[in-house]
């Protein structure tokens, strides 16, 4: 290798980048070709070099010569591991996704290697000296213990967006590659990507490696403390990081931390900021999932220590079925959300700093999407559908002259022919306004499409009286999604509604009812007959900037299936009448 650098840096020609690529392509020929190659001082100082090069892909070049081979089963050197560490130090913050991503599935390519290497020479090794530990396997031990407590460093509160999820990124692959082994209790949802052969081979000689053991109390309790993140993608890792291990044995379940955790999901669940509110979603699936009847209790005790529970509140306490925590939590949860919306018809100007509706809205998401995937007794299921429907539409009724107001960024109380009376309350309140009211408002419509598309989008519409959904339930969300489209002047308002309104109508379109299946092409023929109408034409937005109509008819006539014949009037007679009356009266 000396001798071909010195013969580059002879060529008049010949730059830094091209010496130092042509480098990297005699290590990477002379590691296919030569038995004995190992990872010498002179091949570190030119794989650093690259690691630090501007040019991203002669980095990736240099992290392939480090990680990449042509079997699996090929033991990389020990030698050559801590020049991953130094690589993903100095590149953990990189801000290209084009960049991140390869570096991540060469990564997975070691791992892999360490993983099935070192199960051929532990087996080869307990045939011919017993059972000690193999010094390779040992070296690798000591390497991964050391690139976990690299990655868990890089998750403190001052880290770039970019270094927290490299940093989960490599933890998720350490969970995925050294799960648990099958002598142990994986947790339940935990989907292992390992071949089962590999896991079979290794209960008899014992795993390499275990990332759930290798992982202290302080550091689970940090990937918690990660769940504030205020980036999604970052959130849903740690949600699956942590599902990879038993809580009871990282500290998680103590009941003086447990005790925080529920506290904190309240705080964060009424905080008027959006972030805090996604926060308090992911903090419940984390708590259902360690603790579920703890947290109901402690829901429990919100509901019944609320100013505004009443007899009945207590009533529907009480005949709760223990036996289903998930629906469990979300029936309390709509009580919460009962008891807010009363405070908010009282005053909803004092509810959007006090006790905003979205968040325990998202929440109540949140616990359903856990609870459809859990058992479930189908009364309870259907009383808790109904019951959320009913909620959704109180609170789009009172969020509805805001959001579609025709100036909702600079609505007043009692302005513009709205209702005066104390339902918008007064500018009074501290840290209230209009630009508030309308987050509000938007946020909670945003969360109730939401929520109706979650709910048509799994429980099937049919005519059956024991159908989740019933006819007159259809209606009444139909109702809330038709009114969002056609008259809301908010985008972010309508925006959410057009997917909830498209699932709707594939629901409609593929059921085998009549009376569903008409249903779409009706609305459309009813929205012509309303655009012809001088009178209900003023009511409906349609030329307004980035109004929510046309979302409507596209949601309609693009989820309508080819194959069953076209229903929708989609003639030219209908056409023209819509494109004429646009143009005249607009």
């Known amino acids: 290798m000396d001798m071909i650098r010195s013969s580059l840096r002879g060529v008049d020609t010949a730059t830094a980048d091209a010496v130092l690529t042509t480098e990297l392509a005699c290590l990477r020929c002379a590691k296919s070709h030569l038995a004995n190659f190992s990872w010498g001082h002179g091949y570190e100082k030119t794989f650093i070099a690259a690691t630090h090069h501007k040019d991203e892909q002669i980095q990736l070049s240099a992290l392939g010569l480090l990680c990449e081979s042509v079997r699996t089963t090929e033991p990389p050197p020990p030698s050559s591991l801590p020049l991953l560490l130094t690589f993903l130090y100095l590149n953990g913050a990189t801000q290209s996704p084009n960049f991140r991503y390869p570096i991540i599935t060469t990564v997975k390519k070691l791992l892999v290697r360490i993983r099935d290497s070192s199960y051929a020479m532990r087996k080869q090794y307990s045939k011919s000296k017993g059972p000690d530990p193999h010094p390779t396997v040992t070296s690798y031990q000591s390497f991964l213990r050391s690139l ?3 990655q868990f460093n890089a998750l403190h509160p001052f880290s770039s967006y970019q270094r927290r999820h490299m940093a989960l990124s490599v933890l998720h692959l350490l969970s995925s590659v050294f799960p648990l082994s099958s002598n142990d209790t994986p947790p339940v949802g935990h989907k292992s990507s390992v ?3 590999c896991l079979t081979k290794e209960t008899f000689i014992g795993p390499v490696f275990e990332f759930p053991k290798a992982v202290s109390v302080n550091q689970a309790r940090r990937l918690v403390y990660s769940l504030r993140d205020s980036y999604d993608a970052n959130r849903a890792l740690v949600l699956e990081l942590l ?7 990282h500290g998680l379940k103590d009941q003086p931390y447990l005790n925080y955790l529920n506290a904190s999901f309240y705080a964060c669940m009424c905080s008027p900021k959006a972030v805090d509110c996604t926060t308090a979603s992911y903090l419940l699936r984390l708590l259902l999932r360690a603790e579920s009847t703890q ?3 402690f829901l429990q005790d919100r509901i019944l220590g609320a100013e505004h529970h009443s007899q009945n509140t207590s009533d529907m306490l009480e005949n709760l079925d223990d036996n289903s925590p998930y629906w469990v939590a979300v029936s309390r949860l709509l009580l ?7 405070e908010a018809k009282e005053d909803l100007l004092a509810a959007t700093v006090q006790n905003p509706l979205y968040g325990v809205m998202q929440s109540v998401r949140a616990a ?9 007794d189908k009364e309870i299921c259907r009383v808790t559908i109904a019951k959320t429907i009913e909620l959704c539409s109180e609170v789009a009724t009172l969020a509805s002259p805001v959001v579609c107001n025709s100036s909702p960024e600079g609505f007043l109380p009692g302005a513009q022919g709205l209702p005066a009376d104390n339902r918008y309350g007064t500018p009074a309140v501290k840290g209230a306004g209009a630009q508030s009211l309308l987050l509000c408002c938007w946020h909670a419509m945003k969360e109730i499409s939401l929520l109706m598309g979650l709910l048509v989008g799994w429980a099937p519409i049919s005519d059956n009286p024991n159908s989740l959904l019933t006819p007159t339930q259809v209606d009444a969300i139909a109702s809330i999604f038709t009114h969002q489209l056609t008259e809301a002047r908010h985008r972010g308002a309508f925006e959410m509604a057009y997917s909830g309104f498209q699932k709707l109508c594939q629901s409609l379109w593929g059921s085998p009812s009549p009376r569903f299946h008409h249903m779409p092409s009706q609305w459309v023929t009813e929205l012509l007959e309303s655009l012809q109408s001088k009178s209900m034409s003023r009511l409906l937005s349609i030329t307004r900037r980035s109004a929510g109509l046309p979302f409507y008819l596209q949601a309609i006539l693009t989820s309508e299936p080819s194959h069953a014949g076209r229903q929708c009037p989609k003639g030219d007679h209908e056409n023209t009448a819509l494109s004429g009356h646009s143009l005249q009266d607009y």
């Open 195 to 197: 071949d089962e052969g």
């Open 295 to 297: 947290f109901n209790s």
């Open 148 to 150: 976990v407590s690299q």
């Open 243 to 249: 599902a990879c291990f038993p809580l009871d044995s």
């Open 368 to 376: 359903l999407e856990e609870a459809k995937e859990m058992s479930y």
């Open 336 to 342: 919460i959300l009962q008891s807010q919306l009363k």
